[in-house]
């Protein structure tokens, strides 16, 4: 009995191991061919728009309620940390490097890489599916260059920006709390923004964003693609995208801090 238990586990983490390999096949051969076609999926401009739009302004509501209660959230507790150990002066430039260095980025990315990319693959699931994208082949038309460029790029490009956006509203709803709450003077606060805001910190994070922009994109365009077996297909297609976004996010993350903070930002 034991050793049947004992087979099957380790069949299970073989099959799991090949089919993450053949992912990562797949999925780096999307990114060759989504690169081929940059440019001229870059001519449809109007689809880059669209989704541009969709990414963007379409997250901004999301955005908004998480950014304001997770500066909340930083001011209450870094001054519970900071009680009888750091005067409260510094309240203010703590709550500026944490957010646009390391929560702005990260927590904007996985809200926004549930909503977008859940979105892209149950709509190109949806169209793998009902056979619209082998459509596109037989009209001669590349689906990589006219579904996948479009919504990768703009993922790509509109992250930073909606990041900017939460930064500021995660720094505001910090000096709510500060001020209101904890009773530090807004001017206080505000010397400590000013006296600790670094243009490396700043530009880090947006880094970051971008490369987060680039994995919400493409995987939520590759499980799509991947999709198969009708309505149930398109349901596993957009968990596992929204999974992987969220995981890929966070392993990147490390790696982007060790490249920026050792290498390109070091003292």
């Known amino acids: 009995m034991a050793d049947s238990i004992a087979i099957r586990g380790v069949r299970r983490i073989g099959r799991w191991t090949l089919e993450g390999v053949a992912d990562v096949g797949a999925v780096s051969i999307l990114i060759v061919g989504m690169l081929r076609a940059l440019l001229p999926g870059l001519r449809s401009w109007r689809l880059v728009v669209q989704q541009m739009f969709s990414v963007g302004v379409g997250s901004l509501g999301l955005v908004f309620v998480v950014s304001i209660f997770t500066g909340a959230v930083a001011a209450v507790q870094a001054a519970y940390q900071f009680s009888n150990v750091v005067p409260l002066k510094y309240l203010g430039a703590v709550i500026l490097r944490s957010v646009i260095i390391e929560l702005g980025p990260v927590l904007t990315a996985l809200v926004v890489g549930g909503r977008v990319g859940a979105s892209i693959a149950a709509e190109l699931g949806t169209m793998k599916v009902t056979e619209q994208i082998d459509a596109l082949r037989a009209m001669g038309i590349n689906p990589v260059r006219f579904l996948v460029v479009p919504r990768v790029v703009a993922s790509t490009v509109m992250l930073p920006v909606v990041t ?51 994995i919400i ?25 929204v999974v992987a976004s969220c995981v890929l996010v966070l392993v990147s993350d490390y790696f982007l801090a060790h490249i920026l903070f050792r290498l390109i930002f070091r003292e």
Do not use: C, W
């Open 164 to 214: 900017i956006f939460a930064n500021f509203l995660a720094i505001l709803g910090g000096a709510f709390v500060a001020v209101y709450s904890i009773g530090v003077p807004a001017h206080t606060y505000i010397v400590g923004l000013k006296q600790f805001f670094f243009v490396k910190d700043l530009m880090s994070g947006l880094m970051k964003a971008f490369v987060f922009g680039g």
């Open 217 to 241: 994109g493409v995987m939520g365009s590759y499980f799509g693609f991947a999709t198969e077996g009708g309505a149930e297909g398109v349901g596993n297609a957009t968990k596992r995208a």
